[in-house]
């Protein structure tokens, strides 16, 4: 089956930086979603972007689905921005929605 | 309108006995999923409903597991005779998307499940 990776795995940022979270797939997908999990293990959809570039507010995301990657930037960062990014992706030979995950990244922003 | 819901947000059983989980999707979505998260798994599909049938059951771990959808809304998943490697949270996630389709999916808080 598809294989979704994500990197890095943990990041620490100072409050105030700017990160880049990457999502590379295996194979070919119907969509393409970024959540992000919060402490209480809440997922929030941040995302659904099969391909192009998106922006709301101090994050963006942009999928290159011919490259099979995904990128997602957070930028001027906040401490409510810690928890951890999750990139799923709905399978190219799917004939349902199914979502398959990456392992996340865990993203600590300090004060 | 509301989000997805699930109850209870907590459970705690023994090994061997029978638990119910429910979800109740946002209103008007057609599309219902399963997930379940684990420490040494990670996120997993575990079953897809499109209205009150389910034509992608291949992430179901065991025969214990089953699910069931009603009125093309609440839905409960169910898990037999209990065991610890269940411990987990169970996610349960919602989207607009039609037979066949994939869309945005909105994920409820969960059910953490512990078996003692």
């Known amino acids: 089956g598809i294989q979704v990776e994500q990197s890095p795995p943990d990041l620490i940022l100072q409050e105030g930086a700017n990160s880049t979270l990457r999502c590379n797939f295996s194979?070919?997908?119907?969509?393409l979603q970024w959540f992000h999990q919060n402490p209480w293990g809440q997922l929030i959809n941040l995302f659904y972007i099969p391909s192009g570039t998106k922006q709301n507010g101090r994050l963006s995301a942009t999928t290159v689905a011919t490259e099979r990657y995904s990128l997602l930037y957070i930028s001027s960062s906040q401490t409510t921005d810690s928890g951890v990014y999750f990139c799923a992706v709905n399978p190219g030979s799917s004939n349902t929605g199914k979502l398959i995950f990456g392992q996340g990244t865990t993203l600590q922003v300090k004060p | 309108g509301a989000g997805v819901s699930q109850s209870p947000s907590n459970k705690v059983t023994e090994k061997g006995k029978d638990v119910e989980l429910r979800c109740d999707p946002i209103?008007?979505?057609?599309?219902l999923y399963w997930y379940r998260q684990s420490l040494g798994q990670g996120l997993e599909f575990l079953i897809y409903f499109q209205g009150n049938s389910a034509p992608d059951k291949s992430g179901l771990p065991s025969d214990r597991f089953s699910a069931e959808r009603t009125g093309g809304s609440v839905s409960t998943l169910t898990i037999q005779r209990t065991q610890q490697e269940d411990s987990a949270v169970y996610l349960c996630?919602?989207?607009?998307?039609?037979?066949?389709?994939?869309?945005?999916?909105?994920f409820g808080p969960g059910t953490r499940l512990t078996v003692l």
């Open positions: 194979d070919s997908v119907n969509n």
């Open positions: 996630a919602s989207s607009l998307a039609l037979a066949g389709g994939s869309d945005t999916q909105y």
């Open positions: 209103s008007g979505h057609t599309a």
